[in-house]
């Protein structure tokens, strides 16, 4: 058994190196918290690996990969966009987090778990877990594909938090929201259209950002200069006293003078 945990675990972190998956957990780690998403994702990797294994090793059938790849673009075009939404609301100065820190992390570690659910079901490494589950053990499988999963997962969060220190919050918004939209489409892409190559899909995938972040550009300068034109009109001119001369002084002031 635990040259089963073994192997597994090495195809696994393998095969996540550089995958879809391990480019989502860096990029919500650039937008959550480290311990919400490390925990999304084992939860994820542990779920998903038990229905691979069992698909694989009791039943031996397929899953419906073309229509769980629907919901799965859907979830992370939702993300991508109140992302996006939050970065186009102006800066009040105060910090939501600390305003209400539970609901936000419950929030969060629902949508990491979601999107990771939904991204894994179907994808290259599942159908790894499932052909390994065919010949092994699967308790063995389901230990060690897990847990490879969470290791891969958790390198790319250390790399997000590390990256993350040095980058404006603002910043690492815009680009988390442009990345979900283009996993959304790639997800799509990788379903519906795995025919057109990997470069293609790679390709194809960043118009939708592409044109997103052109939006975001057109109104942040829309903002930027709708300010700069109130102070363009003339500035109030403070009235001038009028210049004290002689003939302005009073009867009274010059008797005393």
């Known amino acids: 058994m635990i040259t089963t945990i073994l192997l597994t675990f090495g195809v696994l972190f393998l095969a996540e190196l550089g995958d879809k998956s391990q480019l989502m957990a860096l990029t919500f780690a650039l937008r959550y918290h480290w ?18 294994v069992g698909v694989g090793h009791f039943l031996g059938a397929a899953l419906p990969t073309t229509v769980i790849a629907i919901f799965a673009a859907a979830t992370l075009l939702i993300v991508g966009v109140f992302t996006l939404r939050e970065t186009l609301q102006p800066d009040t100065g105060e910090d939501t987090e600390k305003a209400a820190p539970q609901a936000r992390t419950r929030n969060a570690f629902l949508v990491v778990l979601s999107a990771f659910l939904l991204a894994e079901l179907g994808d290259r490494t599942m159908f790894a877990a499932m052909a390994l589950a065919t010949k092994n053990g699967w308790l063995g499988v389901w230990l060690g594909s897990s847990l490879g999963m969470v290791a891969a997962g958790g390198l790319a969060i250390l790399i997000g938090v590390t990256v993350g220190k040095h980058i404006p919050e603002r910043f690492i918004a815009v680009c988390s929201g442009l990345l979900f939209l283009y996993f959304a489409g790639m997800t799509l892409l990788d379903a519906y259209a795995e025919h057109l190559g990997t470069v293609v899909i790679a390709l194809a995938s960043a118009v939708l950002p592409a044109l997103a972040g052109l939006v975001i550009v057109l109104l942040r300068r829309r903002e930027n200069s709708a300010p700069a034109a109130e102070t363009t009109g003339e500035p109030a001119i403070a009235p001038i006293p009028a210049p004290h001369s002689a003939a302005t002084e009073t009867p009274a002031r010059r008797r005393t003078a």
Do not use: E
């Not at 919400?36 to 691979?52: D, P």
């Open 35 to 52: 311990a919400t998403v490390l925990a999304a994702i084992t939860v994820a990797s542990f779920a998903v690996n038990l229905i691979a």
